[in-house]
């Protein structure tokens, strides 16, 4: 079968057309329902034994759009176009980002088993050791001075051990003040100088313009392993502690339920807001999941993290019952006390 020049010319023409329109990445994200993986392959505690029923991490599928991606996500029920800018901030690298991420999944893999250890009366000690930077904002005071992955130990003459001691100081200081930070960067000591300035111009905050971790030493015993693999973000930290306590302590906590949910847990045990939490409904339920728990946000109102997930369970139409809570200690106590 002979084709024309012409015919040649409108086939190379589409395909180019096609390449552009799946490639292409436009300055939007999209974001949507991802998986609800099983945390007991992810989460290993020494000598543990399985339950009959799972813990579930709960994720969103994320990333740039291109054209094609865009126009779906126009028309797609918990399909959301963003900013790229608003998931990434400009000046972050790709790189950076998804290092950024890591760290708070570290950091939230931290905090839920210091809560998980300590709520099971197990053994733990923590050593603090100062802070590290996560990210430096675009033209904020940090911007060329500090770096991600700074290692900072102390400001002026005193000694940082965890990140409320650097968020203090910089609060008690004035606007046009100028601090030196001591920092690890290459496994060396350097000093380095910063003019605090107005990092919030809503509420006038001054500060440095830097997010930051605690670099905790946690050692517990028995030892708990992570393999998340490139997994990211804060939000598994509820799931991360109920499963850690279920595989500490005796008996099934799961009952032979699968449950899942989402939250950021801090080292006191209290359940913070995450994001695309509708769609982490439809993940959950996608898998089956039995129960979800999200964090309550009392009173946040219509738009709290809680009442979002009740109203997408409503609109799926699923018999997936939806728990809110503000602390590990709600999660545990209904899986107690109300779970049959």
Known sequence: MKFSKGQVISLVVAVIIAFFLSTYELPYYIQKPGGADALNPIVQVEG?????????????????????????????????IMDINDIRPEGISDDEYFQAQLQMMENSQEASTVVAYTAAGKEITIDYKGVYVVSVAPDMPSDGILEMGDHIVGIDDTEIKESIDLITYIENKNLGDTVTLSILRN???????????????????????????TDRDVKVNPEVSFTSGNIGGPSAGLMFSLEIYDQLTEGDLTKGHEIAGTGEIDYEGNVGRIGGIDKKVIAAD???VDVFFAPNEAGRGGDSNYEVAKKTAEEINTEMVIVPVDNFDDALNYLLEELE
Do not use: C, M, N, Y
């Not at 034994?49 to 126009?71: I, N, W």
């Not at 000591?189 to 300035?197: G, M, R, S, V, W």
């Open 286 to 288: 996608r898998e089956g």
């Open 48 to 80: 543990a034994d399985k339950s009959e029923g799972d813990f579930h991490l709960v994720t969103v599928r994320g990333g740039q759009a291109t054209p094609v991606q865009f126009v779906l996500a126009k028309v797609l029920p918990h399909h959301d």
């Open 187 to 213: 496994e060396k000591e350097i000093k380095k100088e910063i003019i605090l300035d107005i990092i919030d111009q809503e509420t006038k905050q001054i500060g440095i313009g830097i997010t930051l971790v």
